[in-house]
C-alpha cells in the first residue's frame, strides 16, 4: 500500500510541477534554440471562456514581450496588442488576484530573479507594474494561499540561489519575503509544486528535481501560517551520493 502511495504521489507531483505553461518554460541548461513558449491560462477578461497569456521569448538580445490571447466560444484564440515588455530571458509565469481587484493578474520570472508583476485591467490587457521581488536566478513559481488569508502568495525555486524562497503577498500586489530553505541537490534546476499532499487542507510545497538518472521529490508541508515542514515520507530520493553538481 505504502508503494502504491508513492507511485501515485510522484504521478500528481511530476504532473503539477511539470505543467506546461502553468510553472516553468525551460532550465537554465536548455538550449535557448530549444526554449518552449512560456503560457498561463485564466480568465482575463472576465467573459466565462479560458484566455492564456504568453510570454514570446526574445530572439538574439531583445526583450521578450507579454501577449495575451482571448479565448473564444468556438474554442478559437484572438491576439489583443500589449506593449507589455519582459527581460532577456523570462524563465516561468504564473497567474492570480495579487492585487485583489477581482481581475487576473500575472507575475513573470526572469534568469536574472526578478519577479514582474502584469496588472490585469479586466478586459484582457495585463499591464506592467513594479518589480515585486528578486531572488539569484528564477527556475519557477508556484501560487497559493499559504497562510490562509485570503491572499495568494507565492514560492520561488532560485537556481542561482540553491533555495526556494516564500513570498506572502500583502493584498496590494507586493510581498514580503518570509523565508527561505535550501535546495537538497545543489546544482540541478529544481521546479516547485503546490497542492494538498497530505490532506489536511493545507497548501504543501513539492520541489521536483531532474538530471539525467530520472526523477526525485521533496514535500515540504505546509503548517498554514507560511511556513513548511520537509515530509521525508511523502518525498522520494535517491541515494544523495549518486549525485555530483556541475
Request: hydrophobic share 45%; aromatic share 8%.
Amino acid at each position: 500500500m505504502h508503494r502504491i502511495f508513492r507511485l501515485s504521489s510522484l504521478t500528481a507531483i511530476l504532473a503539477l510541477a511539470l505543467a506546461p505553461g502553468c510553472l516553468w518554460a525551460q532550465s537554465p541548461d536548455d538550449d535557448a534554440d530549444d526554449a518552449h513558449p512560456l503560457m498561463v491560462a485564466a480568465d482575463f477578461n472576465r467573459d466565462g471562456f479560458a484566455d492564456i497569456a504568453q510570454a514570446a521569448l526574445p530572439d538574439g538580445n531583445g526583450a521578450g514581450v507579454l501577449t495575451v490571447l482571448l479565448g473564444q466560444a468556438d474554442g478559437k484564440f484572438k491576439e489583443i496588442a500589449s506593449d507589455a515588455v519582459l527581460g532577456h530571458a523570462p524563465k516561468a509565469i504564473v497567474a492570480g488576484d495579487f492585487n485583489r481587484d477581482g481581475f487576473e493578474d500575472v507575475i513573470v520570472g526572469d534568469d536574472d530573479g526578478s519577479l514582474k508583476l502584469f496588472l490585469g485591467d479586466g478586459t484582457g490587457k495585463l499591464l506592467p507594474a513594479d518589480e515585486v521581488a528578486r531572488v539569484g536566478s528564477v527556475v519557477s513559481i508556484a501560487v497559493a494561499d499559504f497562510n490562509r488569508d485570503g491572499i495568494p502568495d507565492i514560492a520561488v525555486s532560485d537556481w542561482l540561489g540553491s533555495s526556494v524562497t516564500v513570498f506572502l503577498g500583502a493584498g496590494n500586489g507586493r510581498f514580503e519575503r518570509l523565508w527561505s530553505f535550501p535546495l537538497k541537490m545543489p546544482g540541478i534546476a529544481a521546479r516547485v509544486a503546490t497542492g494538498d499532499f497530505n490532506g489536511d487542507g493545507i497548501p504543501d510545497l513539492a520541489i521536483v528535481y531532474s538530471d539525467d538518472a530520472g526523477y526525485t521529490y521533496k514535500v515540504m508541508v505546509g503548517d498554514g501560517k507560511g511556513g513548511f515542514t520537509e515530509a521525508p515520507k511523502l518525498s522520494f530520493f535517491k541515494d544523495p551520493n549518486a549525485h555530483c553538481p556541475t
